[in-house]
């Protein structure tokens, strides 16, 4: 893509999944990457492959660190890093609030250090790796459901909010992606995501196909699109189907007490 060919480009949680896919797909296009990762020594590895810099830390802090490492300029700024954080409504306080922290507030804080010098030239784009479950919900996993739609949420009050000053949002929303992330979800992940799962390859080529359409959503897996529509138009009917969902996991998982 010629937008993308000399641009630079940040992707955080780059260290493996979804992130390294993205971090070596625009290296791939010519652009000039930074990958950050928690785990310093997995962002060298996968800046080393593909010919970029690492810039390890905590996703929420690092916008000036990586605009250094790339001249002074970000042109791209994938906010991927998340946690995939399980558990229901008596989840730990600190469960809650470290996804909201990360799920969420890191998207703020990259905004914040990003958007005056993307409004004051007119060109700059925010893509969020936000999840399916950010349009609907992950049965098992209320923190990172609830704070998956906030980063939605965020993502498209940016876009409505200064799309006409040049700024370009995408919001990612898989369903399963054969990631370290989907091997966490245990038994729900294995009901509801594995049987659909794609590689993370598959992700980045439905974002690059966005960028060139300029849209939005991107929907690495089409049939989202169907799901999100039923259930904004009869709530009742999809909260019935997912309900039926929780009750064969609750089935399963009763059934086998290690899962």
Known sequence: MSTVRGAGVVVTGAGGGIGAALARRFAAEGA????????????????????????????????EEARDALGGTV???????GLG???DAF???????????????AHVRAS??????????????????????????????APYSVTKHGALAYAEWLSLTYRHRGLKVHAICPQGVRTDMLAATG???????????????????????????????????PEVA??????????????????????????????TPDA
């Open 187 to 221: 038994s729900a992940g294995d009901l509801v995501l594995q049987p659909t799962a794609i590689e993370p390859e598959a992700v980045a080529d439905a974002l690059f196909d966005a960028m060139k359409e300029d849209r939005f959503l991107v929907l690495p897996h």
């Open 91 to 105: 989840a730990d306080e600190d469960v809650w609030a470290a996804a909201w922290d990360v799920n969420v507030m």
């Open 32 to 63: 000039r990457v930074v990958v950050n990762d928690i785990d310093g020594a997995r962002a060298k590895a996968v800046a080393d492959e593909i010919g970029a810099t690492a810039v390890p830390g905590d996703a929420s802090g690092i916008v």
């Open 112 to 141: 914040r250090a990003l958007l005056p010098d993307w409004l004051e030239r007119g060109s700059g784009r925010f893509v969020s790796t936000v999840s399916a479950a950010g349009l609907l919900t992950m049965i098992g996993a």
């Open 226 to 255: 169907g799901y999100y529509a039923a259930r904004a138009t009869e709530p009742d009917r999809w909260l019935g189907g997912m309900n039926h969902i929780q009750r064969t996991w609750e089935e399963t998982r009763d059934a």
């Open 75 to 81: 042109d791209v700024y994938c906010a991927n890093a």
């Open 85 to 87: 954080s399980g558990g």
